[in-house]
């Protein structure tokens, strides 16, 4: 698991923190913002409902995930994997999610 102190901030978005990854310089960690999130996972801000949903704050991550593979499928043949979106090189733990 990593800690966010040890970390270098690269930069941030709405929803979003990006920071440097320690053993892979070409890689990059993202997590959501805290102020963001409630303690149990939803998005701030949010009805109830709409809050809660499955994924809660992690509704983006999965719609990115998604977008990858369907390009991954749709290139398969042709084995061109050179996509103008970041590639998903796995999860690591955080102490902030």
Same mark, same amino acid.
């Given at each position: 698991?990593?800690?966010?102190?040890?970390?270098?901030?690269l930069?941030?978005?709405?929803?979003?923190?990006?920071? *440097?990854? /320690?053993?892979?310089?070409?890689?990059?960690?993202?997590?959501?913002?805290?102020? @963001?999130? =409630?303690a149990?996972?939803?998005?701030?801000?949010?009805?109830?409902?709409?809050?809660?949903r499955?994924?809660?704050?992690?509704?983006?991550?999965?719609? *990115?995930? /998604?977008?990858?593979?369907?390009?991954?499928?749709?290139?398969?043949?042709?084995? @061109?994997? =050179?996509?103008?979106?970041?590639?998903?090189?796995g999860?690591?733990?955080?102490?902030?999610?």
């Amino acid at each position: 698991m990593y800690s966010i102190k040890d970390l270098n901030l690269l930069g941030k978005g709405t929803q979003k923190l990006v920071f *440097e990854h /320690i053993e892979s310089p070409d890689k990059v960690i993202k997590i959501m913002r805290p102020e @963001n999130a =409630t303690a149990d996972g939803a998005r701030v801000g949010q009805h109830y409902l709409r809050a809660h949903r499955s994924q809660g704050i992690y509704r983006q991550f999965r719609r *990115e995930l /998604i977008q990858y593979l369907q390009l991954c499928k749709t290139n398969f043949y042709e084995k @061109n994997y =050179t996509f103008p979106i970041e590639t998903v090189h796995g999860f690591v733990g955080t102490d902030w999610g």
